[in-house]
């Protein structure tokens, strides 16, 4: 059977509901250069149903693709049922990659084939077709040939029931019993199947078509003889079989292996019964022969399908547990040796060091290392490039035989001293980027070792490979990212804290010398030189305020912020805050307002920590509060926790920069005209000490009315 190897001719029929699939199968089609197939989609199995009922009067579909497991079952169930005549197509089942553990149970269900569909690959859709397609024909001629065998019996059985009552009412039909007896010898002669039949005794006089199938004489079928063309293993069992048959003169059914005039075996199934005289003695036995190969051949076929898909689900699993590189490698190149059947094989695999260099490495299966270090890494030969180019898969019984063999200087083949390789067989490692990672080779000093089976599943190893090599480098780059990102981080963390201690030394040094000028310690002074000392002595607390903010920032990022937890009263704790932001206040004539908070309220805090975080949230309200505004502070409290609210009335924060200004560094205008001294670390530093002691800061705002942060802590 060949199929037109651009699909023209197949009919197939897609059954989900879901529209990526259908897109996903038609690309996978038209890449795979399947693309005149005639594709037909449908929602569901009772929709299947009819379109398969409604084509039936033409032609069936070839292979009905399932994207959901439930509906195999369904459809392929009602379809057994309702068309066991009208159609036999293959069933292809497309499920998660997850679920190809299930594929011995979908088979089951009626399904030729199983492959993942995430994503569908091309070659792998057009392969599951086409196995499916040959599958499905091949069912179809053998139920054809079934229905014409059943036909055949069923009317050497009516013949026989014919022979039974001519048997009963001899004493009044033996003409008629003469002329059934005439034709049923005329059917069993003009029969294209092969009828066969016995003596009472069980012997074989002669069978014209038994010996034009297997070559056997007359003499040589005679007797029990026909039991010597039987395959020798299958020999006792079938004499058995029919010797039981023949003692309880019941029903003979049998399957063999029988020798045709070529030599060749052939599967076939018998069934004889016994005809009965008028007495109830046995008369003779008549029985037809059936070939059956090609339906053994496609369970075996089957067989081996599922065997291969649960092998490569094995090495999957193993393969996707696995993050180290060499142990994938190996692993790899042990597993496919075995079971292509290979003497040896090898695995090269490209390598990027953390420079961008690259170079190549290799494993081995089978033989020592020291069978290839003399030889180096194999070149791009025209036996090897399509390999190391990712360009196809080289599979050949006599690689010596091969065109491309031998024709590159200076060994002109094999150089001496390797290992004797016949059979040959090379797949592709190919990443998901389309990167080609390496190649797996086998050989064997015997010619016509591997099999299609064999290049399944080495093409199914190098996809598991290719798979776990992917994943073990993101999780090796991701690791190597991680520690970097770690150690630049502490540099940066040491290096601010570093800096700030620096500069705090000189910092207080001349804000003590200031304050002893002003103080007259050092003699008298003008009233400019007190200005000017006042505006150095504002600089420098700026500056130190400044650089508190950078070591709080680095001890926090830092881990290294201890904190003092312990139940403070949020009364007394608020009731302080005035006092400490009163020169802030009084500069921009901002009233402020203290709505007292219940005396029962106790926050678990750290108290200087939640002081810092207030002062930070006034200062900012008054920083950003136009002249004679107003503040406001008051609290409230739910079960498990407290909010202190501080309420401004100044230019508000703008929709998009409500989460921004919590971000280290960030700084806002909000509306003003100059910028706005500070590091941007206040409300970063803010945050994250709240969070740190179970809490947290949120913002309401509305620009040009003024802003709320609601400052949230646990409650004693």
């Not at 024909?137 to 014919?162: F, G, I, M, N, S």
């Not at 290799?362 to 069978?371: F, I, K």
């Amino acid at each position: 059977m060949v199929l037109d190897p651009n699909g023209a001719g197949l009919a197939l029929l897609l059954v989900t509901t879901r529209a990526d699939t259908s897109a996903a199968v038609q690309q996978a089609l038209a890449a795979s250069a399947f693309d005149r197939a005639e594709l037909h989609r449908v929602p569901d199995a009772s929709t299947a149903l009819g379109s398969l009922s409604g084509e039936a009067s033409r032609r069936p579909f070839d292979c009905v693709l399932v994207d959901e497991t439930d509906v195999v079952e369904r459809v392929v169930a009602t379809l057994r049922a309702l068309y066991p005549r009208m159609w036999t197509g293959g069933v292809v089942a497309l499920v998660p990659r997850a679920s190809l553990r299930n594929a011995a149970e979908l088979e089951r269900a009626g399904a030729h084939n199983v492959i993942p569909n995430d994503p569908i690959v091309p070659d792998r859709l057009a392969q599951a077709i086409r196995g499916a397609v040959r599958i499905s024909r091949a069912e179809r001629d053998l139920l054809e040939r079934t229905a014409e065998l059943e036909q055949q019996v069923d009317e050497a059985q009516a013949l026989a029931e014919e022979l039974e009552q001519a048997n009963e009412h001899l004493h009044q039909a033996s003409i008629e019993a003469k002329r059934s007896e005439d034709r049923y010898r005329a059917l069993v002669e003009a029969s294209t199947q092969l009828v066969w039949n016995t003596d009472a005794h069980g012997m074989v006089e002669d069978m014209p078509h038994w010996r034009t199938l297997t070559g056997q004489t007359k003499d040589e079928v005679r007797g029990s003889g026909w039991l010597d063309a039987l395959h020798p293993d299958d020999r006792a069992r079938s004499a058995t079989a029919w010797w039981s048959a023949f003692e309880s003169r019941g029903i003979y059914q049998n399957e063999y292996r029988l020798r045709l005039a070529n030599g060749s075996y052939r599967w076939q199934r018998t069934r004889g019964v016994p005809v009965l005289d008028d007495h109830g003695n046995v008369r003779e036995w008549v029985g037809t022969l059936d070939d059956i190969a090609d339906e053994k051949q496609a369970e075996e076929a089957r067989r081996e399908e599922t065997s291969l898909v649960e092998t490569l689900n094995d090495i999957s699993g193993v393969l996707t547990s696995e993050l180290d590189v060499e142990r994938i490698v190996q692993t790899v190149t042990d597993a496919a040796t075995g079971l292509t059947g290979a003497q040896f094989g090898a695995f090269f695999y490209n390598v990027t060091d953390r420079h961008g260099g690259k170079y190549t490495l290799y494993t081995l299966s089978g033989a020592p290392r020291e069978a290839f270090e003399n030889f180096g890494h194999p070149r791009a030969t025209p036996v090897f490039a399509p390999t190391f180019y990712g360009t196809a898969i080289v599979r050949s019984d006599d690689i010596t035989a091969d065109p491309r063999y031998g024709t590159m200087a200076p060994h002109r083949g094999m150089p001496k001293g390797h290992l004797p390789v016949r059979s040959y067989l090379a797949v592709p490692v190919i990443s998901r980027n389309g990167e080609v990672i390496g190649g797996l080779f086998f050989g064997h000093a015997n010619v016509g070792v591997f099999t299609s089976r064999a290049e399944r599943l080495a093409l199914g190893i190098a996809s598991s490979a290719a798979i776990a090599m992917d994943n073990a480098r993101l999780y090796a780059a991701e690791r190597s990212a991680r520690a970097e990102a770690e150690l630049a981080n502490k540099a940066k963390s040491d290096f601010l804290a570093n800096m700030s201690h620096e500069l705090r030394t000189p910092l207080n040094a001349i804000g003590g010398y200031a304050a002893l000028l002003t103080d007259g310690i050092r003699g008298p002074i003008t009233d400019a030189q007190r200005a000017d000392l006042e505006r150095i002595r504002q600089n420098q607390h700026h500056l130190l305020s400044l650089i508190n903010d950078i070591l709080n920032f680095a001890k926090i990022e830092a881990g290294r912020v201890q904190f003092d937890v312990q139940a403070v009263a949020m009364h007394d704790a608020l009731r302080e805050l005035e006092a400490l932001i009163a020169p802030q206040l009084l500069e921009k004539q901002l009233h402020y307002e203290y709505r007292s908070c219940d005396s029962g309220y106790v926050a678990r805090v750290d108290r200087d920590r939640m002081q810092q975080i207030l002062l930070n949230l006034l200062s900012n309200a008054a920083k950003f509060t136009p002249l004679g505004g107003s503040i406001t502070v008051e609290c409230d409290a739910t079960a498990n926790s407290l909010s202190v609210h501080v309420q401004d009335t100044g230019t508000g924060v703008p929709p998009d920069k409500l989460e921004a200004i919590f971000e280290p560094f960030v700084q806002l205008e909000r509306g003003r005209s100059g910028t706005n001294p500070g590091t941007g670390l206040g409300l970063s530093i803010s945050r994250d000490l709240a969070r740190a002691m179970g809490g947290d800061i949120a913002v309401q705002s509305t620009p040009g009315v003024g802003s709320r942060f609601i400052l949230t802590l646990p409650r004693g």
